[in-house]
């Protein structure tokens, strides 16, 4: 799966970011324009990482749920996460800025 961004939703969620690895969830909607524009960064950030971490997208119209149980009142919001524990959330930012939590969490 390196290089992937992985689609999460509620059946998959909670299993995901179990992880023994940094998961990183953009939560998003399409209907957002920074959404969108933040869509190629989280891209590129998977295809930078490979298998060192989990890049997620959770489209927070079809899983509610899962945004409500964080607090996602606004999009984009970026949740990291390891062994199922909250380890950060930020808005919208740069790659590298990412990247560095990412290698916080590691």
Known sequence: MS?????LNSSNFDATIASDKPVLVDFW????????????????????VGDSAVICKLDVDQSPDIAQKYSVNTVPTI????????????GMTSKDDLMAKIKQIS
């Not at 290089?3 to 689609?7: D, E, I, S």
């Not at 909607?29 to 930078?48: K, Q, V």
């Not at 949740?79 to 380890?87: A, D, H, P, S, V």
């Open 29 to 48: 909607a399409p209907w957002c324009g920074p959404c969108r524009m933040l869509g190629p960064t989280i891209d590129a950030l998977a295809n930078e």
């Open 3 to 7: 290089g992937k961004v992985l689609h």
């Open 79 to 90: 949740i990291f996460f390891r062994k199922g524990q909250l380890l950060g959330i930020c």
